[in-house]
């Protein structure tokens, strides 16, 4: 005999993102990862920011505000329609972006405006261990 017939058991709620399986952990745990970076520099040797930076800038969710924002400022309701993830983590990835140096705030009313830094592009190659001419030769 088969047991009574039981209602499906509702699947645990999942983190909606275009990246699945090891990915998706990988994920997770470079979130902790680049927080202890965002951290360490603050009051690091150069190599260490360096070393910051790109961990912050390596996070997928990251990438895709930083991408956003390089085509124009947005506040978070904009920025939260691109990325796929829940406000709360939305804004603590601006957190670490922030703190980086990478993304400026604005106040416009009760609003707060996001944009990529005017010096973004070229913090972001310095910290590289080569120069972009050193890869196209």
């Given at each position: 005999?088969?047991?009574?017939s039981?209602p499906?058991r509702?699947?645990p709620?999942r983190?909606?993102?275009?990246w699945?399986g090891?990915?998706l952990?990988a994920y997770t745990?470079?979130?902790?990862e680049s927080?202890?970076?965002?951290a360490?520099?603050?009051?690091?040797?150069?190599?260490l920011?360096a070393v910051a930076?790109?961990?912050?800038?390596?996070?997928p969710?990251?990438w895709t505000?930083?991408?956003?924002l390089?085509?124009?400022p947005a506040?978070?309701?904009?920025l939260g329609e691109?990325?796929?993830?829940?406000?709360?983590?939305?804004?603590y990835?601006?957190k670490v972006?922030?703190?980086t140096?990478?993304?400026t705030t604005?106040r416009?009313?009760?609003w707060i405006d996001?944009?990529l830094?005017?010096?973004?592009?070229?913090?972001?190659?310095?910290a590289?261990?080569?120069?972009?001419?050193?890869?196209m030769?």
């Open positions: 005999t088969t047991p009574p039981m499906p509702a699947s709620r983190l909606i993102t275009p699945a090891a990915e952990e745990s470079n979130m902790a927080t202890m970076a965002v360490t520099e603050r009051n690091a040797d150069p190599a920011a930076l790109l961990s912050a800038i390596a996070d969710v990251r505000v930083l991408s956003r390089g085509e124009a506040c978070v309701c904009n691109h990325v796929p993830i829940a406000a709360n983590l939305l804004s990835h601006l972006l922030r703190d140096g990478l993304v604005s416009r009313g009760r996001y944009a830094a005017p010096d973004a592009w070229e913090r972001i190659t310095a590289l261990p080569f120069t972009p001419a050193q890869v030769s």
